[in-house]
């Protein structure tokens, strides 16, 4: 029993060593930095809490909520809210609050609830996000994968960074 158990394992651990290989790109030096949580945490909490954007609902509705109560815009700057769209993958969306603009092309997010299996629910922090769209313009990302340690294959439909301070017409 345990020389099977031992197979499993070694075939486990090849697997996951394999799954690095399917990037494009290289591995990008990003930060591991998952929090130890006392509990599930879903992405839109967190962002609302770290980011002060007060919105409700799924992640993929914050940006039509967002109108005329936050500025929106193509641009991240640290304390703005990125969106992530609804897709077949990300059937809520997602949110992740930018920690860091390392260039015009790359972002590291904090956020909750990206990686699956054991680290599913835990707060991600420093993690990197890359822009891939046609026109520089934050409309299509790839996200740092950690259970590959890499930025992973799949392209996410972005509509944009929600900025951390009211619109000038929501402040009557």
Known sequence: MSAILLRLFLLAVAGGALSA??????????????EASSGYQSCVPYA??????????????WWEAAAGRYDRGQTPRPGAVLVLQRTSRL???????VARVMGPREIRVDHANWASGGLKGRVARDQAVVDVSERNDWSAVRVWYPPANVVGNTVFPAYGFILPYRSWASAE
Do not use: E, K, M, N
């Open 48 to 61: 609302r809490a770290r980011s002060g954007i007060d919105l409700r609902g799924d992640g993929w509705q």
């Open 91 to 97: 059937r809520d969306g997602h949110v992740a609050v």
């Open 21 to 34: 290989c399917g990037s494009t790109r290289g591995p990008i030096a990003a930060g591991y930095g998952y």
